[in-house]
């Protein structure tokens, strides 16, 4: 499958495809990415990069790159995590009989919480890890997979908005999540800010408002974290289809949050998103 060169290709602004010749049928296409450091550029090597959706795991090599072959066409949703980086999640469109070559940029972590993200191994059959016991200890809102099993022809927002509690933002097609809860300077370190300053400019752009966003986990690693600087991209509830989901945990307040992921004490909340096991 021919191939475009390496350019300076951005997450957050460009996609590079190679059209292929009229008459290719076949619903299959490749990614080819790299993963590199906000500012430099500099190559990220050994990056854990999934696609929850196709049950897929890579490793960038010493040069940042990475290959994915053989995948459905459409929408894919790609996680990226590294040692000293901030994980991130981005939606890419694959092409039928084409290859997507982009770059994914992660931010550097700050010192303070490196350990918190760093990840031993590579998870490539993720469990949902404790979630019947959360759920019997009756704090929390849970869905488990014969719930979303009635409910799949519904995206995530419509699911997750009759929990009590949750607000949902709509900014086009995406949807974050929010706990009903107003800003509160005198128990909100992070709310003494200016509220826009806890958005990224991308999701100001898209519709966002100011609210007390939720900390989002998908398969234990977080992947949205209210209150970081700078701030992270929200995370769109909407870019994992029900059927690709065991299970969801929902902790709309600081009483609620089990402490092993209340990682920013703001009371916002925090939503655990469990993918399905490939078979």
Avoid: H
Wanted: glycine share 10%; aromatic share 8%.
């Amino acid at each position: 499958m021919p191939r475009l060169p390496w350019g300076s290709v951005s997450l957050k602004v460009a996609v590079l495809v190679l059209l292929v010749a009229p008459g290719a049928v076949r619903a299959q296409g490749d990614l080819e990415g790299r993963v590199v450091a906000i500012g430099d550029r500099t190559p990220v090597a050994g990056a854990q990069v999934r696609l929850p959706g196709a049950g897929r795991t890579a490793t960038s090599d010493t040069a940042g790159r990475f290959v994915f072959s053989g995948l459905p066409s459409g929408t894919q949703l790609v996680v990226i995590r590294a040692p000293g980086f901030r994980p991130d999640s981005v939606k890419v469109m694959i092409p039928a009989e084409q290859i997507l070559v982009q770059d994914f940029v992660l931010a550097r972590a700050l010192t303070t919480t490196l350990g918190e993200v760093t990840v031993t191994g590579v998870a490539t059959k993720p469990k949902m890890s404790g979630f019947e016991d959360r759920r019997r200890q009756g704090t929390g809102r849970f869905f488990d997979r014969e719930m979303l099993g009635k409910v799949e022809n519904r995206n995530m927002s419509m699911i997750l908005s009759t929990a009590p509690g949750v607000r949902v933002w709509q900014g086009g097609s995406k949807a974050f999540l929010s706990s009903t809860r107003a800003y509160n300077t005198d128990v909100c370190a992070f709310c003494k800010s200016k509220p826009d300053a806890l958005l990224d400019l991308y999701d100001q752009a898209a519709g966002a408002r100011p609210a007390c966003y939720m900390d989002v986990y998908l398969d234990g690693t977080i992947v949205y974290q209210y209150g970081a600087q700078p701030p992270m991209r929200l995370f769109d509830i909407n870019s994992i289809p029900a059927e690709q989901l065991e299970g969801v945990e929902l902790y709309t307040s600081a009483a609620q949050i089990p402490a092993q992921y209340n990682r920013t004490a703001t009371g916002c909340g925090v939503v655990l998103l469990w993918t399905r096991v490939s078979k």
